[in-house]
């Protein structure tokens, strides 16, 4: 079983900065995908940014050129790094992590979610 924990949420000012982690442990394998969704009030979870199984990163056209999403695959992290937020970046951020189990079956699992709220 694979778990994730995500981290570094919380209030920031419009135009600040946040940096989210999200740490997947358990019985893995391997990892071939791994991103970042959001879910705000009233509205469907979307994608933020991911990397793709070909290793290349894709980013919602909302977030371009102002989020970055960054991995450490030795100890199964991905990173969300968030710059000039907005306030409606305002949501639920939540990682998702897929790959293989150590007894080879695939896994996709999500992270509790952490809330990041811009506001003044």
């Known amino acids: 079983q694979v778990q994730l924990v995500e981290s570094g949420g919380g209030l920031v000012q419009p135009g600040g900065s946040l940096k989210l982690s999200c740490a997947a442990s358990?019985?893995?394998?391997?990892?071939?995908?791994m991103g970042w969704y959001r879910q705000a009030p009233g509205k469907q979870r979307e994608l933020v940014g991911n990397f793709t199984t070909g290793g290349s990163t894709n980013y919602a056209d909302s977030v371009k050129g102002r989020f970055t999403i960054s991995r450490d695959n030795a100890n199964h992290t991905v990173y969300l790094q968030m710059n000039s937020l907005k306030p409606e970046d305002t949501a639920v951020y939540y990682c998702?992590?897929?790959?293989?189990?150590?007894?080879?079956?695939?896994?996709?699992?999500w992270g509790q979610g952490t809330q990041v709220t811009v506001s003044s």
């Open positions: 358990g019985s893995i394998y391997s990892i071939y995908a």
């Open positions: 998702n992590v897929e790959g293989l189990e150590t007894m080879g079956m695939s896994f996709g699992s």
